[in-house]
């Protein structure tokens, strides 16, 4: 038992290899016990052949620094990029130099590719929208920053989580809570809206919440009222319950603002919402908060399998045996096919070296801005979420 203040497995447990599951450190003492160490090709894949149903590649950036320094060989699909069936990573090398890291492994990219195919989803949704990241809040503060960076990979503008953005070199968005507006007390919201212009950075743009007490419209008027041309925009943060026909709501304000000469106003509307939503208000809001949909997304169901034993193809009942790469062919689609031969002829491999002997070779495989560019030139090409 360790002393934690928290329940959070450490950087050091990890990268030791004691965050694994309880099998692997008995088929490590088995194996040395037994004096063997086979080299093998190790395959991590979700779907075997491609069906259509195309996913984003994330989590690379932890699964190469888990794995770097190491007496093996890596390629993997760079983060960012669509795939669809067969391999996003490769492993050769002896089993006990990365047996027992597979679980953390698979839960870099499992969760991390889960959620940035999410946010993919919101982007393709709402191309022109301002989309940002405000889920941090339905997952274990451990997690923040993963969700954050894969998010920003799957092609949102930004997030909310202040200490995410601290790791990953990016600066937290957001407006204001409900909270600040109740802590002035009930028709008290123009000195909450005051109190937010005066307080924060000139830096921070001035997004008035406008629903915590009365009318979206009045509040909306009000705010404008208040905080006149230093007021950029207004979000709407309505409770279900209380929401009705939402594109309705957002309408009437965007009627009353521009009624009243106020059509700079952007409008922001956040809560409980996901990719239909966006569709259905895209054409009427300026930007979207997407929470629980991004950050609660499922794991992509990756396993490791062992696929070649000492140069000979090697698999369990149910997988395909052999090293294996992937492609993208001129037409968008995925291919899948043996490593040693050519692959289609209209098509390039998407399988990438990032690890040599241990030492990385390709951190430009996991660059955040360049693994963004990546998951939406892909959704382009394979016409992901297209309608």
């Not at 497995?9 to 016990?33: K, N």
């Not at 600040?180 to 008035?208: T, Y």
């Not at 294996?324 to 098509?347: M, N």
């Not at 560019?373 to 016409?383: F, I, M, N, S």
């Amino acid at each position: 038992m360790t002393d934690s203040e928290f329940d959070i497995v450490d950087a050091t447990a990890i990268r030791d290899g004691r965050a694994t599951d309880a099998y692997f450190d008995r088929t490590e003492t088995a194996l040395r016990r037994a004096g063997r160490n086979p080299r093998v090709v190790a395959e991590v894949t979700a779907d075997q052949f491609p069906d259509g149903d195309f996913e984003v590649v994330a989590g690379l950036k932890d699964a190469v620094a888990l794995l770097a320094g190491r007496g093996i060989d890596v390629d993997a699909i760079p983060e960012g990029h669509l795939f669809d069936g067969g391999p996003v990573m490769r492993i050769e090398g002896p089993y006990l130099e990365f047996g027992r890291l597979e679980t953390s492994l698979l839960g870099f990219l499992s969760h991390a590719s889960g959620i940035a195919t999410a946010a993919l989803d919101c982007r393709v949704a709402a191309p022109d929208a301002q989309v940002l990241s405000f889920g941090a809040r339905h997952v274990h503060p451990s997690m923040a920053a993963v969700v954050e960076r894969s998010a920003l990979v799957g092609g949102l503008d930004g997030f909310s989580h202040v200490a995410a953005g601290d790791l990953i070199g990016r600066e937290a968005s957001g407006t204001m809570p409900h909270a600040l507006a109740i802590c002035f007390g009930r028709g008290e919201q123009e000195a909450a809206w005051r109190a937010f212009d005066e307080g924060v950075d000139e830096s921070v743009s001035r997004i008035a919440l406008c629903d915590t007490y009365s009318d979206e419209v009045d509040e909306v008027l009000r705010a404008v009222e208040t905080l006149g041309d230093r007021l950029d925009g207004v979000r709407l943060d309505t409770t279900g319950s209380r929401r009705g026909d939402f594109r309705h709501i957002v309408r009437e304000v965007q009627w009353e603002l521009d009624a009243r000469g106020h059509e700079e106003v952007d409008v922001y509307v956040s809560g409980g919402l996901g990719p239909a939503d966006l569709r259905d208000l895209r054409d009427v809001v300026d930007g979207f908060g997407v929470g629980g949909y991004v950050s609660n997304a499922d794991p992509v169901d990756f396993a490791l399998d062992i696929v070649a034993v000492d140069g000979e193809p090697a698999a369990k009942r149910g997988k395909l045996s052999g090293a294996k790469d992937v492609y993208r062919t001129a037409d968008g689609a995925h291919a899948v096919g043996l490593a040693e031969r050519s692959g289609p002829a209209d098509a390039e491999s998407l399988m990438e070296p990032v690890i040599r002997d241990g030492e990385r070779v390709d951190d430009e495989a996991f660059d955040l801005d360049a693994a963004t560019e990546r998951a939406l030139a892909d959704a382009e090409t394979v016409g992901y979420g297209r309608e």
